[in-house]
C-alpha cells in the first residue's frame, strides 16, 4: 500500500500532516467508530452516501481488494464496472497519501523462499522454539539494535516487554550484546530462562562438533528481571547497569517488541528523561490499551489540535491487519461471512435482551459450516440467553443476503484505519522532536508477516547511518 515516508517529511510538514489527519478522521469519525457487529442493528450501510452504496453494493471479495482498498493480485489490473463518486475516489486517494508507508525497503522477506517456516538468516538453534513470524523479527529489530548499539556505543540494551526471551537471547548469545530483560509476568520469565540454558547447551555442543568455530569471548545471556514497568513513573531497575559502569557511566538503549499498550509510552518517557538513555528503537502495538488520558496524545502539538481525541474504538481498529484481510478477500474464502453472522446475532440479542449491547462471544468454530440460524443459537448460549429463543429465519436469511455489504462497510472502516496509527506514532514523533530529540519511524518488517512493522528509532545524536540499513533487506 503506498503511503508517506516519515523519514522524508520535516518537522514542519509532519506538524501539516498531524493537523490533515485530524480534519480527515474528524470527516469519517462515523465509519471508524462504527462496530460491524452493529451493521443491522445501526444501519451502518444507510450511513453512507447513496453514491457510495451504488459504488460499493454488488461488489465481490476480491474486487474489494483490488479496487477499494488498492490490493490487487500479482498481475492484475484494476478495472471500474462503473464510475465512482468523486467523494469516494477522494477517500481512497486521502487514504493512501496521509498514512505512513508500510512497505520496506526489501519487497520479499527473502529468508523464507526456501522454507517457509525457517529463516535462512538465523542459524537452528536460534529458530528452535521460534514461528516464523517472530523468526523475522527478532533478526531484522536486533540486527538494528546491534547497529544503533555500535553507533552510540551503548554498554546495555534494555528489552522491554521481553515475554519468552527470543529478542534478548538473539541480541545477547547470537549477537554478543549485553542484555537486561524485564517482564511482568513470572511465569514467560521462567520459560526464557530454560529456553536461556537450552540455548547455551546447544551452542556448547555445536563447539565441540565443530572446534574451528572461534568463540570471540564469553557468553553472556540475557539478565531476567521480574517488573512491571509502570508507564507514569520512571522504573529504577530498568536504568541499574548490569556490572559496572566504566567511568563514563552507562549507556542504555532501550527496545521492545510490540510493547503492548502504555508499555511502548514508557519506553517513550525513560529515553526523554533519562540521561544514561542515548538510543531507543521500539515497536507498538495494542493502540487500544493505551491510557486515556496519558498515552495519546503525547506532544504538545497533536494536543492543541481541534479533532486529535481517538476514543477505543478508533484505536481498536488501527490494530487490524490491513494485508491479511486483503489476502482474505483476494481469496474469497466462507470465513468472510463471520461479521456478518455475528452482526445478525446482534440483532436477536437486541430484541431478547435490549441492555445486553456487543457482548462479547468466544469464538464458534468452523463458522463457514453453519446455517446462520445454527450460529446464532449457538451464539445466543454464549452470551447467557436461551439458545432455543424463537428465531425468524426468513429475516436472518436476509441479513445473510447482504453479507457483501458488510464486508464493504468493513472493507471501507480499513482501509482508514492506518490513518489512526499514523496519527498515533506521529504524535510520539512529534514529543520527541519537542524536545530536541533525532526521531525517525520506519517499516521494519514485511507488513504479510507482521502487521504492526513501524519501528520508531531515537537517539540524542544523528540518525542517518543507523536508519540505512533499514531500506534494504540484507543479504
Known amino acids: 500500500m503506498p503511503g508517506v515516508s516519515a523519514r522524508r517529511l520535516s518537522h514542519e510538514e509532519r506538524r501539516q500532516l498531524a493537523v490533515n489527519l485530524t480534519r480527515v478522521v474528524t470527516l469519517y469519525r462515523s465509519i471508524l467508530d462504527a462496530y460491524i457487529i452493529e451493521f443491522?442493528?445501526?444501519n451502518l450501510w444507510g450511513t453512507l452516501p447513496c453514491s457510495w452504496q451504488e459504488a460499493l453494493d454488488?461488489?465481490?471479495?476480491p474486487q474489494l481488494a483490488?479496487?477499494?482498498?488498492?490490493?490487487?493480485r500479482e498481475g492484475e489490473v484494476a478495472r471500474y464496472r462503473s464510475v465512482w463518486p468523486l467523494t469516494l475516489l477522494a477517500l481512497k486517494s486521502t487514504a493512501y497519501a496521509l498514512a505512513f508507508t508500510r512497505t520496506p525497503?526489501?519487497?520479499t522477506p527473502s529468508e523464507f523462499l526456501e522454507n517457509p517456516s525457517q529463516s535462512s538468516r538465523l542459524t537452528a538453534p536460534f529458530r528452535k522454539h521460534v514461528r516464523p513470524k517472530k523468526q523475522h523479527e527478532i533478526r531484522r529489530l536486533g540486527e538494528l539494535v546491534k547497529k544503533l548499539s555500535d553507533l552510540t556505543g551503548c554498554t546495555q540494551v534494555v528489552d522491554v516487554g521481553s515475554g519468552q526471551g527470543h529478542l534478548s537471547r538473539f541480541m545477547s548469545l547470537g549477537l554478543g550484546?549485553?542484555?537486561k530483560s524485564i517482564e511482568g509476568d513470572q511465569r514467560l520469565v521462567e520459560r526464557a530462562q530454560r529456553l536461556?540454558?537450552?540455548l547455551l547447551q546447544t551452542l556448547e555442543k555445536e563447539e565441540k562438533r565443530n572446534p574451528k568455530v572461534v568463540q570471540t569471548g564469553p557468553r553472556h545471556p540475557p539478565h531476567h528481571v521480574v517488573r512491571w514497568v509502570d508507564p507514569t513513573t520512571l522504573c529504577e531497575e530498568l536504568l541499574l547497569p548490569l556490572e559496572t559502569a566504566p567511568q563514563t557511566g552507562a549507556r542504555l538503549l532501550l527496545t521492545g517488541l510490540h510493547a503492548c499498550g502504555d508499555l511502548s509510552v514508557a519506553l517513550l518517557r525513560h529515553f526523554s528523561c533519562c540521561p544514561e538513555v542515548v538510543a531507543l528503537a521500539s515497536v507498538g502495538c495494542c493502540y487500544m490499551k493505551l491510557s486515556d488520558p496519558g498515552g495519546y496524545p503525547l506532544s504538545q502539538w497533536v494536543a492543541g489540535l481541534p479533532g486529535y481525541e481517538l476514543p477505543y474504538r478508533l484505536r481498536e481498529g488501527a490494530c487490524h491487519a490491513l494485508e491479511e484481510y486483503a489476502e482474505r478477500l483476494q481469496k474469497a474464502g466462507p470465513s468472510l461471512r463471520t461479521h456478518c453472522y455475528r452482526a445478525a446475532l446482534e440483532t436477536v440479542i437486541r430484541c431478547a435482551q435490549p441492555e445486553l449491547r456487543r457482548p462479547g462471544v468466544q469464538g464458534i468454530p468452523r463458522v463457514h459450516e453453519l446455517k446462520i440460524e445454527e450460529y446464532v443459537q449457538r451464539g445466543l448460549q454464549r452470551v447467557g440467553l436461551d439458545p432455543h429463543l424463537p428465531l425468524n429465519v426468513a429475516a436472518l436469511e436476509a441479513h445473510q443476503a447482504q453479507e457483501n455489504r458488510v464486508v464493504?462497510?468493513?472493507?471501507?472502516?480499513l482501509l482508514l484505519a492506518p490513518l489512526?496509527?499514523?496519527?498515533?506514532l506521529l504524535d510520539r514523533l512529534l514529543y520527541l522532536q519537542e524536545q530536541g530529540f533525532h526521531a525517525e519511524l520506519l517499516p521494519i518488517f514485511s507488513p504479510e508477516l507482521s502487521p504492526r512493522n513501524l519501528v520508531l528509532v531515537a537517539t540524542k545524536g544523528p540518525l542517518g547511518e543507523a536508519l540505512s540499513f533499514l531500506e534494504t533487506e540484507d543479504s
Open 40 to 42: 443491522f442493528t445501526d
Open 58 to 61: 454488488g461488489l465481490n471479495p
Open 66 to 72: 483490488t479496487l477499494l482498498l488498492g490490493m490487487p
Open 105 to 107: 525497503g526489501f519487497q
Open 177 to 179: 550484546l549485553m542484555v
Open 196 to 198: 536461556d540454558q537450552e
Open 408 to 413: 464493504a462497510f468493513f472493507s471501507l472502516a
Open 420 to 424: 489512526v496509527e499514523t496519527l498515533i
